[in-house]
Antibody
Framework: QVQLVQSRAEVKKPGSSVKVSCKASGGTFSSYVFTWVRQAPGQGLEWMGG????????NYAQNFQGRVTITADESTSTAYMELSSLRSEDTAVFYC?????????????WGQGTLVTVSS | EIVMTQSPATLSVSPGERATLSCRASQSVGSNLAWYQQKPGQAPRLLIYAASTRATGIPARFSGSGSGTEFTLTISSLQSEDFAVYCCQQYNKWPTFGQGTRLEIK
């Protein structure tokens, strides 16, 4: 069973960027899709995009196009999500999650979440 | 984008009773539907995938049904630890989630 451990909570100023990491242990890293999900306070889950390290391909949700960059470092089995031009509405918990295959599907493994607070 | 709509927003049920939660897709997603449970301060937990297959370690009181655009999650004989938020997700195209149903103690 894969374990996903995310980086710590962050406080950011409006207009800045944040980069959240997600380190995987157990299982093969490169063959699976790693995806990022945002959850604003009291709100539902919102898919942001994902990466398949073995192919080096990324896909982004339209709502985040141009502001989010998802990368992966196979040498450290770590996926990253960078969100730029932060605004107060981006205050949320960001989760990384992994599916059972190299395609986008359901998510059996989740990180613990990283709270990003955007405040001046 | 496929829009997922869950109903009701809040469901009040007594322990030991059955809970039935609904999820509707704006277009057919086949059986590419998952259900998650989320408790405060925790990450979502996969319950059901492929509309009706229980994930590893999920008790048999959780069951899923449906296909196409209409889906149901049923929890028979509610236990105290089942009171949480439940969310559906389609993965027929780019993933999208429903807004969740809060299951509370009556």
């Amino acid at each position: 069973q894969v374990q996903l451990v995310q980086s710590r909570a962050e406080v950011k100023k409006p207009g800045s960027s944040v980069k959240v990491s997600c380190k995987a242990s157990g299982g093969t890293f490169s063959s699976y899709v790693f995806t990022w999900v945002r959850q604003a306070p009291g709100q539902g889950l919102e898919w942001m995009g994902g990466i398949t390290p073995i192919f080096g391909t990324t896909n982004y949700a339209q709502n985040f196009q141009g502001r989010v960059t998802i990368t992966a470092d196979e040498s450290t089995s770590t996926a990253y999500m960078e969100l730029s031009s932060l605004r107060s509405e981006d205050t949320a918990v960001f989760y990384c999650a992994r599916g059972p295959s190299s395609g986008y599907s359901y998510f059996a493994s989740w990180g613990q979440g990283t709270l990003v607070t955007v405040s001046s | 984008e496929i829009v997922m709509t869950q109903s009701p927003a809040t469901l009040s049920v007594s322990p030991g009773e059955r809970a039935t939660l609904s999820c509707r897709a704006s277009q057919s997603v086949g059986s590419n539907l998952a259900w998650y449970q989320q408790k405060p301060g925790q990450a979502p937990r996969l319950l059901i995938y492929a509309a009706s297959t229980r994930a590893t370690g999920i008790p048999a009181r959780f069951s899923g049904s449906g296909s196409g655009t209409e889906f149901t999650l049923t929890i028979s004989s509610l236990q105290s630890e089942d009171f949480a938020v439940y969310c559906c997700q389609q993965y027929n195209k780019w993933p999208t989630f429903g807004q969740g149903t809060r299951l509370e103690i009556k």
